[in-house]
């Protein structure tokens, strides 16, 4: 049936005659009837329907009454029917064609089709289900007759139209996929088809119904349009729908499956039954959709477009063959708040009533066995990593010096030794430990724990893989089936056994292999129970995913009873208290803050990365601390060696400490030669502070706007970051607060002649009043880059400027490089030296000790003199021998890895092709900075330059789900701050860049 054929004046006719409106109109498009978006003066949206008169009347009027009843039970989520000038909903029109039609009217919907929505999230298609679980809840208590009982698309039909059409289709991947889906619904679909409830459906619930709008701040809205495909079917039905087209978004199949069928039964639950349906229905929806197009296909062979259509299902079927049909049962049956596997009793339950034989020949105890923690907070977890040779060397001997025969590996670790990319999945990492690990010698004999039959074996013989592997088939006491494997043994097995071959318990059915035979792991058993193979052949997970940790845990329990082990307290691994948020906000000063709407407990750092207590690996783009990489193994190793020496005072001589001073000082111009060591960069300003004072007399200070300098009262006063920010009392009458050189959004522009020398000025006339004033001038602080205040960049001239006309009224000025210096800027090792002046008194922080509480001033030897009035300057930790050692050991690695280059060359390139994002993006209304300090800042009007938080924020964690740590700052929140490890490699840059690519042409972010 095609859409009626009418001109845009014909409509607006017919409009006028039946509605007494008249509008704008915008045709839209529609595969049976003609529609239009009706713009009415007012402003407010209408759309109109010309529908086909063939259309039964009947099935209209159900349309209308659904959509009603919709309406008044859920809202706006559908479109509300409007009446004609005489109050019917559906109304009798006539085309100057002679044909007749009907016309209706309804409110308009606002959003974008979901198809043309991105990202596509798993929270997005949980929205999505949820909303369809309430449609067919709300629409389940209607009384209707089917309006579209003969409809192709009706999941009645849906298996006979696939078995027909089966012949039609000639691409083997296409037709291999329909013989597999066919099968699986005689298996799964068919036998529940009788009992199942039944209902009115909205049946196509398609990705151009279902629209999308909002984003930015919390989550997207959704509605549903398009009525003219309901049918009375199961309602469960309903799910499988929506669940094939979320299967075809853009996110991996299974994590679109969890999140659309939890969606859903969140808001209507299904039956286990229903759950077990739902699986091979949508399999069928999408069976019944490639029969369609073979079909027009073959009636029309040029038309290209049609083949392309199919192309988002074959990459689905790409994703999924390699995995099983089979699975999707288990995943909705867990997805819809079931077990995923059908047992009468549970595997946990028969693990610990059967009695087996010991699969080591011998029980495992604490006296015959070591346990080996390997999870990512254990300080052993690293023993896994290297040469394989030097592993099973350091695990044989722990072994031996614990007078032990084996070590255990635990059961549900997270574990950071997976690194083939083949545990790459997703954006995430297998990282979950579903078995045990017994570690012994090559060649330590392996017994079968129960009678059974060899279903697998099977040389799984890639890097970091099983190896020789062999999976056996048992009947539990009550006769159901269940699974164990062996990996990494001895190829010997694979001679030996063939599938099929029956063992009883007892029998010896393999020995440990050796690396790299083994899959290259040091001598090992991987152990695993199974109670569903779900149509895994040579092999199944042993590591799952974070995200499906659960999911996984419930198809293979902890077997340690196969090995004879008693008490599951001995081997369960310690695992995080799931409690930390509570106890932190409850035994922690309330306004220590937390990153990240969902706050990140980080367990480990290595290089560019932060490491979390799932195992998911997160570059850190914020931290400037970590200035040559989290832990670098120099630094690291030159604390350790010295605090096992000496840590103690400066009130002794030590050449570490010395030799750290000269070189540091060597680091500045003259006459910047003497320096005070500290323990943060709070105290370094509050330190430069009395200097200032002490050296002029005099109490009062300029600071720059936004500025933030540290936690102390005194620099709390001279913060206005702090003191004009909330629970602040504003500046007091000693310090002077100077404009932001913002050249962007302040108010001397990029278009001003010299807007470094105009904003120098400013700080001059504050410097004036203060120096007129009660208090004098003590001085000037000004960071060399503005961080707090949004990664501002000094414009040219600023600090000339500003330094000349404060020293001219007898001022000092300070340069807090706490958060820029050490090369990280690129052109220069320091970032006052950006602007060509020498500063009086230097502070220096984060970067300086990597992470060790370590921070210095350096000032010149008249200050220091003016300083040094018979009052001692002690401090206990400031300058020890163990931060000197790390200081030297920071220096070191700068030099030797060329850092400060890396800095100028990424930094460069990263501003480069960021601009080139902000031309495509309007919302990036500017990105700037030097070497790797660098900001991005977003507004919500590139004309007005209106700041928006939400957009930066919005990026932030879009980036996080992406795996990049980004934070925002500046007074409006709208700037996010990009401070990586110097150490960030090219390739992570690169992948940031393409991430922040897609996620800049997101929809939340467009502006209107
Ligand atoms: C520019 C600047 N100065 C000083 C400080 C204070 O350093 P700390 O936190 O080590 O006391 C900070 C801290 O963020 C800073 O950003």
């Given at each position: 049936m095609t859409p009626p054929q009418l001109t845009e004046a014909e409509a607006l006719e017919l409009l006028?005659?039946?509605?007494?409106?008249?509008?704008q109109l915008v045709a839209l498009p529609g595969e049976r009837d003609r529609n239009f978006q009706l713009c009415l003066a007012s402003g407010e949206k209408n759309t109109f329907k010309v529908v086909n008169a063939e259309v039964p009347l009947e099935s209209l009027k159900t349309e209308i009454r659904a959509m009603q009843h919709l309406n008044s039970e859920l809202g706006s989520l559908v479109p509300n029917p409007l009446a004609d000038q005489v109050g019917r909903f559906i109304s009798e029109g006539s085309l100057q064609n002679g044909s007749a039609c009907w016309l209706r009217l309804q409110s308009w919907q606002p959003g974008i089709p979901l198809a043309e929505f991105r990202p596509h999230t798993t929270e997005l298609f949980h929205s999505v289900g949820h909303l369809m679980g309430r449609v067919a809840t709300s629409l389940s208590t209607l009384t209707v007759p089917d309006p579209h009982p003969e409809l192709p698309w009706h999941p009645n039909q849906a298996s006979q139209i696939?078995?027909?059409?089966?012949?039609?289709?000639?691409?083997?991947l296409l037709k291999n996929f329909l013989e597999q889906a066919l099968r699986l619904y005689d298996r799964y679909g068919r036998p529940l088809e009788r009992d199942l409830p039944r209902s009115l459906i909205q049946n196509d619930a398609n990705d151009y119904n279902v629209l999308v709008h909002g984003g930015l701040e919390g989550p997207p809205e959704l509605s549903l349009i398009d009525f003219g495909d309901m049918v009375v079917s199961w309602t469960?039905?309903?799910?499988?729908?929506?669940?094939?087209?979320?299967?075809?978004?853009?996110?991996a199949p299974w994590k679109a499956l969890q999140a659309t069928l939890g969606g859903f039964s969140q808001a209507r639950p299904l039956s286990l039954q229903e759950a077990e349906f739902v699986w091979p229905m949508a399999l069928m929806r999408l069976g019944v959709s490639i029969v369609m197009a073979a079909k027009q296909i073959q009636e029309q062979p040029e038309n290209e477009y049609l083949l392309i259509s199919q192309q988002p299902i074959r990459e689905l079927l790409q994703r999924l063959n390699a995995l099983s049909l089979e699975e999707g049962i288990a995943r909705s049956r867990f997805a819809c708040g079931h077990s995923p596997i059908h047992r009468k009793v549970s595997l946990e339950t028969i693990l610990e009533k059967q009695m087996f034989f010991p699969v080591m020949g011998q029980a495992l105890t604490p006296d015959n066995t070591l346990l080996l923690p390997l999870g990512i907070e254990s300080p052993t977890s690293d023993w896994l990593s290297g040469d394989v040779e030097e592993q099973s060397?350091?695990?044989?001997?722990?072994?031996?010096?614990?007078q032990k025969i084996f070590a255990l590996g635990l059961y549900d670790e997270i574990r950071l030794c997976y690194t083939a990319p083949e545990f790459q999945q997703d954006l995430e990492s297998r990282t979950v430990h579903l078995g045990l690990d017994v570690f012994g010698l090559a060649g330590t004999p392996i017994f079968a724990p129960l009678d059974g039959t060899f279903v697998t074996v099977h040389d799984n013989a890639q890097e970091q893989d099983y190896g020789p592997t062999l999976m056996l088939q048992h009947e539990d006491l009550n006769g159901e089936k269940f699974f164990t494997l062996y990996g990494h043994l001895d190829p010997e097995c694979l001679e030996l056994w063939q599938p099929g071959d029956f063992v009883q318990a007892g029998t010896r059915i393999a020995r440990i292999g050796a690396s790299p035979r083994n899959g290259n792991w040091p001598p090992h058993l991987h152990l695993q129970v199974i109670g569903h193979r779900m149509g895994w052949e040579t092999d199944f997970p042993g590591v799952a995913l974070p995200s499906e940790q659960s999911f996984w845990k419930q198809l293979s329990p902890n077997p340690y009873r196969l090995l004879g082990i008693q008490e599951q307290s001995w081997v369960e691994p310690e695992g995080l208290p799931q409690d930390l948020l509570a106890r932190r906000l409850h035994i922690m000063g309330r306004n220590l803050s937390l990153s990240y709407k969902e706050p990140l407990t980080i367990l480990r750092g290595e290089g560019v990365y932060l490491i979390d207590s799932l195992g998911r690996r997160f570059v850190d783009c914020v931290n400037n601390v970590a200035h040559v990489g989290h832990c670098h193994p120099r630094v690291v190793e030159a604390q350790r060696k010295q605090s096992s020496l000496l840590n103690t005072n400066t009130r002794y001589l030590h050449p570490e400490l010395v030799r750290y001073a000269e070189r540091l000082c060597g680091l500045f111009p003259d006459p910047l030669n003497v320096c005070f060591l500290v323990c943060t960069g709070s105290e370094a300003n509050e330190l430069a502070l009395?200097?200032?004072?002490?050296?002029?007399?005099?109490q009062g200070m300029v600071v720059v706007d936004v500025g933030y300098h540290g936690h102390t009262k005194s620099l709390i006063d001279l913060s206005p970051y702090k003191h004009n920010g909330p629970g602040g009392k504003g500046a007091p009458d000693w310090v002077r607060t100077t404009p932001m050189p913002d050249t962007y959004r302040g108010v001397y522009r990029e278009h001003h002649p010299d807007p470094?020398?105009?904003y120098g000025e400013k700080v001059i006339e504050h410097a004036e009043s203060l120096a007129k004033s009660e208090t004098g001038l003590a001085g000037f602080i000004c960071e060399s880059i503005l961080s707090c205040g949004g990664q501002i960049v000094l414009p040219e001239n600023y600090l000339q400027t500003a330094y000349a006309g404060v020293r001219r009224l007898g001022g000092l000025c300070i340069a807090d490089e706490v958060q820029v210096g050490f090369g990280r800027v690129g052109k220069t090792f320091w970032g006052f030296e950006l602007q060509g002046v020498v500063p009086d008194i230097v502070t220096l922080g984060k970067p300086i000790g990597n992470g060790h509480p370590l921070a210095a001033v350096i000032t010149t030897a008249e200050i220091a003199e003016a300083f040094a009035n018979g009052m001692e300057y002690f401090n206990t930790f400031g300058g020890n021998p163990v931060s000197a050692a790390v200081g030297n050991a920071v220096l070191d690695v700068i030099e030797e890895e060329n850092l400060q280059k890396h800095a100028l060359t990424l930094g460069n390139y990263l501003l480069e092709r960021w601009k080139g994002m902000s031309k495509q993006c309007p919302a990036l209304g500017q990105v700037r900075g030097e070497g790797l300090f660098l900001g991005m800042e977003f507004v919500a009007d590139p004309a007005q330059r209106t700041p928006c938080a939400a957009r930066a924020t919005y990026v932030v964690e879009r980036m996080k789900a992406q795996g990049f740590l980004l934070s925002t700052d500046g007074p409006d929140h709208n700037v996010i701050k990009f401070k990586p490890p110097l150490v960030l490699p090219e390739s992570e840059a690169e992948r940031l860049c393409s991430n922040l690519e897609q996620i800049l042409q997101e929809v939340p972010l467009q502006l209107a």
């Open positions: 006028a005659q039946h509605y007494g409106l008249t509008g696939v078995e027909e059409g089966l012949s039609l289709v000639t691409d083997p469960c039905a309903e799910a499988a729908v929506t669940l094939a087209y979320t299967l075809l978004g853009q996110i060397a350091r695990i044989q001997q722990a072994i031996e010096s614990a009395r200097l200032a004072q002490a050296h002029t007399q005099a470094g020398s105009a």
